[in-house]
């Protein structure tokens, strides 16, 4: 229930390190933990901490003002909080907040770098970067802007991502063909860049783009739409 100060002499295979207790409580030094559990009170990281399994957040806060290195899934359970603070926070599989009451708050970045799933529900990301591996999103919100950089991007089969801020797509593969053929919807708030390459889209899939679009010649698609839907010039 108190402070965890890690070094670099603490490196475990496997295991399981869960910060409980009320209050509020620092993680500092070199952390570094298999699978982390978060329980209760606030649980600040003060420095740059990785993580070689999931997190789980179960209740209180996890408050990451420091950049997190999650190799495995990040887990954000009903009436819990991950606090993104401003750092941009590498996940390389499956991010799941869409429990009733979960919260993610801040203002920073959720990067994913490896093949997983996204679902935020009713909460929502700050801002998303994907910079690698397949990334398919379930009905999910972003409240500031979406990035693409490489890996693949999908919304599956009756699903939704909405972006409050602008979308930018400056590299990897837009796509998504799924079994099912029904509705799978981008809905962009702002301006959409459209620099990725277009493979397998289905008949049914939907971007909306509320601001300016832009597009390259990369972006070649085969199906789908792409509906500008803005007011205003």
């Known amino acids: 229930g108190g402070n965890w100060t890690g070094t670099p002499a603490f490196d475990p295979l496997a295991g399981y390190v869960r910060l409980d207790g009320a209050g509020a409580k620092t993680v500092s030094g070199s952390p570094t933990f298999y699978h982390l559990e978060v329980r209760d009170g606030v649980k600040t990281f003060t420095a ?3 993580v070689k399994g999931n997190v789980n957040v ?13 190799d495995g899934a990040v887990t954000v359970q009903g009436s819990a909080n991950f606090d993104a603070g401003v750092a941009t926070h590498r996940v390389a599989l499956d991010w799941t907040s869409s429990a009733a009451g979960a919260a993610v708050t801040g203002t920073g970045t959720v990067e994913f770098t490896g093949n997983g799933t996204t ?15 397949n990334r398919v999103m379930y009905d999910s919100n972003v409240t500031g802007n979406l990035s693409m950089t490489g890996g693949s991007f999908a919304v599956y089969d009756s699903h939704t991502v909405t972006v409050q801020g602008s979308a930018s797509f400056t590299g990897g593969v837009f796509t998504g063909n799924y079994e099912y053929n029904s509705p799978q919807i981008l809905d962009v708030n702002g301006d959409f860049y459209m620099g990725a390459t277009c493979s397998d889209l289905s008949a049914d899939a939907w971007i909306y783009c509320a601001g300016n679009w ?3 010649t990369a972006f070649n698609p085969h199906a789908g739409y792409v509906s500008l839907r803005g007011t205003g010039a």
């Open 214 to 216: 832009s597009a390259t």
């Open 119 to 133: 679902s935020t529900g009713a909460s929502s990301l700050p801002n998303m970067l994907v910079s690698g591996g």
């Open 58 to 70: 179960v209740s209180g806060t996890l408050d990451a003002d420091a950049a997190l290195s999650v």
């Open 48 to 50: 740059p901490a990785h």
